[in-house]
């Protein structure tokens, strides 16, 4: 399996930790100096959101369902966006993990990548994350999941900076994905792959 990327270089001048969309297809980011940004189509450039960053420092951020910003913090902590506060809230988390990142799945389901590069998946009823343990054997930097697929399947980002696809049909492997990127992030908004680089860039699948 192969997925190659075209280098779109630093979009504006960021050096990125990673991107992702909202569910209203609005491009944002996280900088390497944990920053917020969102892009602004009608100057082609990205808008620093310093309201998000008070009091709190982004390693990454995801939208759920319902449009909510969810985010890590540098601390390995997590914490949703209250728009009604215009504060970072922390959830109660029965069994604390130090997080790298987060991600949403097809269903809704929250994932998340541990410290130690194991995968967690979030528990609501018991209000914790499930140990997944090493996906196929793989210590993991990142996870991603394509829209629209039924089997779920686990895009991963190994801390080599290979990427991998995890079927759940086979549990105990983790399939390496011939790439022209050195990844530190991975998301698919329709039908493209967006990779930030080991240098802060970004490529586009083709």
Request: charged content about 25%; proline content about 3%.
């Amino acid at each position: 399996m192969e997925m190659n990327f075209k280098d779109r270089g630093f979009l504006s001048t960021w050096y990125l930790n990673m991107v992702t969309f909202d569910r209203e297809d609005n491009l944002w980011c996280v900088g390497t100096s944990n920053n917020i940004g969102k892009w602004n189509s009608r100057t082609f450039g990205l808008v620093d959101k310093k309201e998000y960053n008070q009091s709190w420092d982004s390693k990454m951020i995801a939208f759920d369902k319902s449009n909510a910003m969810w985010s890590v913090g540098t601390k390995g902590n997590l914490a949703k966006w209250n728009t009604t506060t215009g504060a970072w809230e922390e959830p109660d988390i029965a069994k604390p993990w130090d997080l790298k990142m987060i991600a949403f799945d097809n269903f809704g389901v929250m994932w998340c990548v541990g410290a130690d590069g194991n995968v967690g998946q979030w528990n609501p009823i018991d209000g914790k994350w499930d140990d997944q343990g090493d996906l196929g054997g793989w210590k993991l930097d990142w996870i991603a999941f394509r829209p629209g697929d039924p089997r779920n399947d686990i895009y991963c980002v190994g801390t080599e900076h290979n990427l991998g696809l995890h079927d759940p049909k086979f549990p105990n492997d983790t399939f390496h994905i011939a790439s022209n990127f050195e990844c530190k992030s991975l998301f698919f908004h329709e039908i493209f792959g967006y990779c930030i680089g080991t240098e802060g860039n970004m490529g586009v699948s083709i």
